[in-house]
């Protein structure tokens, strides 16, 4: 069965809903778990005029308070808390093949996205996935 799952999240209140199943498989399986978030660049210029200076650093910042929260919750040790920046799709997949990662958790759409489809980053997921991925469908009031 699964050895290593990587719960691929983006922090947002769907989290609180896929931890129950992330948890769920993890007792199922006995696997080791390790959760990633992945930061998009941001063109610095956009937010330069609002006076925000590295809008990167903060949103890193911020993701490893929640990702620091989200460990606890599921018992994750620190250095199997992946917080990366760049493409999400292309840092997801590379995380997942160092770390002979033979599971893939993520939700079917992120807060943007249109409930019957798959959202940009689980299509991605999913495509470029060299292990299993499991796509959790995530209620429609959680994400409209
Ligand atoms: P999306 O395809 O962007 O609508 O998001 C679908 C799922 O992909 C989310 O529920 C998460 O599991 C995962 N995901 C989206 N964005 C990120 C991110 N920035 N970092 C890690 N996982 C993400």
Redesign the pocket.
């Known amino acids: 069965m699964y050895k290593h799952i990587l719960f691929?999240?983006?922090?947002t209140e769907?989290t609180e809903y896929?931890i129950e199943k992330v948890r769920a498989i993890r007792g199922l399986t006995g696997a080791k778990l390790s959760i990633?978030?992945?930061?998009?660049p941001l063109p610095g210029y956009s937010y330069a005029y609002l006076g925000i200076e590295d809008i990167e650093g903060q949103l890193v910042k911020e993701s490893k308070q929640s990702m620091e929260k989200l460990g606890q919750q599921l018992n994750v040790n620190v250095a199997d808390q992946h917080i990366e920046i760049g493409p999400?799709k292309t840092k997801?997949l590379k995380v997942a093949e160092e770390a002979r990662i033979d599971l893939i958790?993520?939700?079917?759409?992120?807060?943007?996205?249109l409930s019957l489809l798959?959202?940009?980053?689980?299509?991605a997921?999913l495509h470029g996935a060299k292990c299993d991925v499991l796509t959790v469908r995530?209620p429609e009031e959680q994400s409209s």
């Not at 990633?36 to 998009?40: A, L, P, Q």
């Not at 798959?118 to 299509?123: D, I, V």
């Open positions: 691929a999240t983006d922090l769907d896929l990633i978030h992945v930061v998009e999400t997801i958790v993520c939700g079917s759409h992120g807060r943007h996205g798959l959202g940009s980053t689980a299509n997921i995530l």
